[in-house]
Structures are given as structure tokens and as C-alpha cells.
């Protein structure tokens, strides 16, 4: 994929800091620090019983592309200091792979010299960086009528929202996890946003796979007959509209004019409070292993902001590389 907006997040759960290096953003452009902070306010943990008791300030500190305000069209780099790390009970574990977690083939990719701790550059924790670029994204996008809003739909098979917190804390109490989906909807976005050949869905789905624990992603409605599930057109206030939108507005990888709709699917947290199979790499034996720290019982809690983030980020990608 040809992408114009380049962004790529760096640093480790447990390192010094975490960031964002963001490329082409156009100069010119008033940042609202205030959005920007209260977009990672949505993300960051210890806010409450149902996510991890780590805390973070995640105040970012803009290193360069900005100045007076205002982007400058260098690039944007901006840092998050980690201050709450406590790689104490990684320790514990550094030959015992954690199941469900990058550990065992992070160790084979490189050898055996990456951060283990905190799951290192895998953790979820860098995804701050996605919603810093996700939060300068958004604010271009104001400017061309189009939101986004992603939402927690679905935790651990259940679909009624108030029951969501007594499922995840129900879990956390047995010393397991649940999984969440989460539904995110982009409005305002014309018709023909995209190509045939680097398709909207497919750079939006891609992106979505830099969630960790992403493991699924669906547009629109994908249980009708034919008959049921293509849109009709029809004319409204001289506009072209679909009577539905099954397409989930996306069709030939080109955006139809109307609202963009996709679900992600998140697996449950791989750390549990129990103790797993697993093998020690030292001695190349079986072996189990008690994952300690803190985690949280439902990722997809703190998921639809970054899903937010990335969409702003892909479909900002593709507007500009259509000018």
C-alpha cells in the first residue's frame, strides 16, 4: 500500500518512553492540544476497576512538526514518558513464555535479545502513539465534515451494555479474561474515497491489525441472501443515498457516500491469574508459568479509541493522496 500520512510508533512497555513519529501531515494546520489530551485520557489505564491498576499520565511531549501551535510540515514526533512500570514479576518469567502472548516467537524473531518486559515493543501501551496521530487526524477531518465514533459492543458474548462491567469483573474475580467487540462508525465521508487496486476496507482492516489482540474484522452485514443484503439507491435532496447500507459503505474499495461501518473483534487478555502450560527456554522442557503484574481482564475496553485513531489516520491517508 502506497500510504502518503506515514506513522510509526517506537519504545517499549517498560522503556524509558513511548512514541510517535508522524510523516507528510500537511503544514498549517492548528493543533487543539486539549483534544489531543483527552483523546489518550481515553486510553490510558488505572481509571478504573475494570482495567489495569498501572498508572500512566500519558501527557505527550511534542518533539518537533509543530511550532506557535500550528503543524510545519516537518515531521511530527512526540513522546510519552512511562513512569509506572514495575518489571519485578517479569523477571520471574523471562524463560517461560506467556501463552497467547508474543513472548516465544518475539524470542525466535530476534533471537532472544528483545524486551521481554511488559510484553516490550508488543505491548498495547504503545498504541498511545496511534491516538496521538489519530487525535491530529481527527482535527483535519473536522474540517471535511467527517467523525468518527467506535464503541464497545459486545464482552464476553454479551450485547446488553449494562451488563458489560459485571461480566469483565466477574472474569477478573476467577482470575480470568473475557474477549469485546467493538463497532466503529465514520460519518460525513463523500463517495469515491479509495481505489480499486489499494482498497479502502483492506487499508482500514490492515490498520486494525496493529491492535494487539485484534483477531477479527467485518463491514456491514455479513448474514443476508443476496436479495436482502445489496442497497438500493434512491435520490435524496439531490444526493445519491442507499436505502441501506449492508456494504457497511464500502463497495469495490471505494467508499459509497455512505456511513462507513466495521466491527473488530478482540480476544480475551492473554495474562491470567492462572497458572498456564507452558516450556522453559533454557532448558527446552515442558514447564507452566503464574503470570503476576497487572493487567486488565478486558482489553477492548480502552480499544475504540484507537480504533477511532486509525481510521482517522487511514482515511486521512487516503484523502490526501487524492488531492
Same mark, same amino acid.
Given at each position: 500500500?502506497?500510504?502518503?500520512?506515514?506513522?510509526?510508533?517506537?519504545?517499549?512497555?517498560?522503556?524509558?518512553?513511548?512514541?510517535?513519529?508522524?510523516?507528510?501531515?500537511?503544514?498549517?494546520?492548528?493543533?487543539?492540544?486539549?483534544?489531543?489530551?483527552?483523546?489518550?485520557?481515553?486510553?490510558?489505564?488505572?481509571?478504573?476497576?475494570?482495567?489495569?491498576?498501572?498508572?500512566?499520565?500519558?501527557?505527550?511531549?511534542?518533539?518537533?512538526?509543530?511550532?506557535?501551535?500550528?503543524?510545519?510540515?516537518?515531521?511530527?514526533?512526540?513522546?510519552?514518558?512511562?513512569?509506572?512500570?514495575?518489571?519485578?514479576?517479569?523477571?520471574?518469567?523471562?524463560?517461560?513464555?506467556?501463552?497467547?502472548?508474543?513472548?516465544?516467537?518475539?524470542?525466535?524473531?530476534?533471537?532472544?535479545?528483545?524486551?521481554?518486559?511488559?510484553?516490550?515493543?508488543?505491548?498495547?501501551?504503545?498504541?498511545?502513539?496511534?491516538?496521538?496521530?489519530?487525535?491530529?487526524?481527527? =482535527?483535519?477531518?473536522?474540517?471535511?465534515?467527517?467523525?468518527?465514533?467506535?464503541?464497545?459492543?459486545?464482552?464476553?458474548?454479551?450485547?446488553?451494555?449494562?451488563?458489560?462491567?459485571?461480566?469483565?469483573?466477574?472474569?477478573?474475580?476467577? @482470575?480470568?479474561?473475557?474477549?469485546?467487540?467493538?463497532?466503529?462508525?465514520?460519518?460525513?465521508?463523500?463517495?469515491?474515497?479509495?481505489?480499486?487496486?489499494?482498497?479502502?476496507?483492506?487499508?482500514?482492516? @490492515?490498520?486494525?491489525?496493529?491492535?494487539?489482540?485484534?483477531?477479527?474484522?467485518?463491514?456491514?452485514?455479513?448474514?443476508?441472501?443476496?436479495?436482502?443484503?445489496?442497497?438500493?439507491?434512491?435520490?435524496?435532496?439531490?444526493?445519491?443515498?442507499?436505502?441501506?447500507?449492508?456494504? @457497511?459503505?464500502?463497495?469495490?474499495?471505494?467508499?459509497?457516500?455512505?456511513?462507513?461501518?466495521?466491527?473488530?473483534?478482540?480476544?480475551?487478555?492473554?495474562?491470567?491469574?492462572?497458572? =498456564?502450560?507452558?516450556?522453559?527456554?533454557?532448558?527446552?522442557?515442558?514447564?507452566?508459568?503464574?503470570?503476576?503484574?497487572?493487567?486488565?481482564?478486558?482489553?477492548?475496553?480502552?480499544?475504540?479509541?484507537?480504533?477511532?485513531?486509525?481510521?482517522?489516520?487511514?482515511?486521512?491517508?487516503?484523502?490526501?493522496?487524492?488531492?
Amino acid at each position: 500500500m502506497n500510504s502518503l500520512l506515514q506513522v510509526e510508533i517506537f519504545g517499549e512497555s517498560h522503556g524509558p518512553c513511548i512514541g510517535v513519529l508522524i510523516r507528510n501531515f500537511p503544514p498549517g494546520v492548528k493543533i487543539d492540544f486539549r483534544q489531543v489530551n483527552a483523546e489518550l485520557a481515553r486510553r490510558k489505564p488505572g481509571q478504573s476497576a475494570l482495567t489495569t491498576a498501572r498508572k500512566e499520565d500519558d501527557k505527550p511531549e511534542f518533539i518537533s512538526g509543530i511550532f506557535n501551535g500550528c503543524t510545519t510540515g516537518a515531521p511530527i514526533v512526540a513522546i510519552i514518558q512511562n513512569k509506572d512500570a514495575d518489571s519485578s514479576s517479569y523477571e520471574k518469567i523471562r524463560w517461560t513464555p506467556r501463552p497467547g502472548h508474543a513472548d516465544y516467537p518475539a524470542h525466535v524473531r530476534y533471537h532472544g535479545f528483545n524486551d521481554y518486559r511488559g510484553g516490550g515493543m508488543f505491548s498495547g501501551r504503545l498504541t498511545a502513539g496511534y491516538v496521538i496521530a489519530g487525535a491530529l487526524a481527527k =482535527q483535519m477531518l473536522k474540517k471535511e465534515g467527517i467523525a468518527i465514533k467506535a464503541e464497545l459492543a459486545e464482552v464476553g458474548g454479551v450485547k446488553d451494555t449494562g451488563k458489560f462491567s459485571k461480566v469483565i469483573l466477574a472474569a477478573k474475580e476467577s @482470575g480470568d479474561s473475557v474477549d469485546g467487540v467493538v463497532r466503529c462508525t465514520v460519518s460525513g465521508a463523500k463517495a469515491g474515497i479509495g481505489d480499486g487496486r489499494e482498497p479502502l476496507d483492506g487499508a482500514l482492516a @490492515g490498520a486494525m491489525f496493529n491492535i494487539p489482540g485484534v483477531k477479527g474484522i467485518w463491514f456491514g452485514d455479513t448474514k443476508h441472501r443476496g436479495s436482502g443484503n445489496n442497497d438500493p439507491y434512491r435520490m435524496k435532496n439531490g444526493k445519491v443515498i442507499t436505502l441501506t447500507n449492508h456494504c @457497511g459503505g464500502i463497495l469495490g474499495g471505494i467508499s459509497t457516500g455512505m456511513p462507513i461501518v466495521f466491527t473488530v473483534h478482540v480476544k480475551p487478555t492473554s495474562s491470567i491469574a492462572r497458572e =498456564q502450560k507452558t516450556i522453559n527456554l533454557k532448558t527446552m522442557k515442558d514447564d507452566v508459568v503464574l503470570v503476576g503484574g497487572r493487567h486488565d481482564s478486558c482489553i477492548a475496553v480502552r480499544v475504540p479509541v484507537i480504533v477511532e485513531s486509525l481510521a482517522a489516520i487511514m482515511i486521512l491517508d487516503n484523502l490526501l493522496r487524492q488531492r
